[in-house]
């Protein structure tokens, strides 16, 4: 079968990273950036994880960026058009400070040329809480490249997140896709594999980064990224 789209997921699947060590460098970097508009890390810490909820409840009445920054701004006093410019700058330069929190990833390209062999399209399918500027910036300690994918999901385009089912039907609507025909590749048991089965879309699970869900854990197609990249050349 060849499927119409291989979705991955970007941390802990494509990137490897421990998540508690990559947010710490990431808002280390992040609040030395904002340190002129007078705020300190706890607050700009507390604004960023304010807006992020905002973005994961979104209901798709409005992009996540204008979730994002609703709530940044209200708590910081900052108005979205000072900081903004200056955020999407700290993404495409200062954010490669958090690099060091993240692993090598060999396979990574390999992965994706794989999936572009056994599919119509292939999808960075990463939790759109991030300006592009901050996807391109990850990708790029791959060696890859937002242009190497069909699609790539952001929060100036998207207006669901991850674990919202609805994040994945959103994806499906927009590039006309059949759920059925489409495959999830990541390393969240919730987020990415039960929301895109929720979704009708089946997956593999990636467990060298495994973030698991103790109480229901999943069961389903599973193993190493060498182990998945084996699997997506014998499809």
Not at 75 to 85: F, I, K, Q
Request: aromatic share 10%; glycine share 8%.
């Amino acid at each position: 079968m060849r499927y119409q789209a291989i979705m991955f997921d970007l941390d802990g699947t494509l990137l490897p990273m421990e998540l508690k060590g990559f947010a710490k460098a990431y808002f280390t970097a992040l609040a030395r950036e904002l340190a002129p508009f007078g705020l300190q890390p706890e607050v700009v810490m507390k604004a960023v994880w304010g807006g992020t909820e905002a973005m994961i409840r979104n209901d798709g009445s409005r992009l996540n960026a204008d979730a994002f920054w609703e709530v940044f701004t209200g708590l910081t006093g900052v108005e979205r058009a000072a900081v903004e410019p200056v955020c999407d700058k700290f993404y495409s330069e200062g954010f490669h400070l958090a690099r060091a929190a993240t692993g090598e990833n060999p396979l990574a390209a390999e992965a994706v040329r794989a999936a572009r062999a056994k599919a119509d399209h292939v999808i960075l399918a990463t939790n759109p809480l991030f300006p592009m500027a901050g996807q391109r910036t990850r990708l790029s300690w791959l060696g890859l490249a937002p242009e190497d994918f069909d699609l790539v999901t952001c929060y100036s385009s998207d207006r669901f997140c991850k674990p919202n089912p609805a994040y994945y039907q959103d994806i499906c609507s927009r590039m006309g896709l059949d759920p059925a025909r489409c495959f999830m590749i990541g390393n969240d048991d919730r987020e990415d594999m039960y929301a895109a089965q929720a979704a009708g879309i089946p997956g593999y699970l990636v467990t060298d980064c495994r973030i698991p869900l103790a109480e229901n854990p999943w069961q389903g197609a599973q193993g190493s990224f060498a182990d998945m990249v084996r699997m997506l050349n014998a499809l």
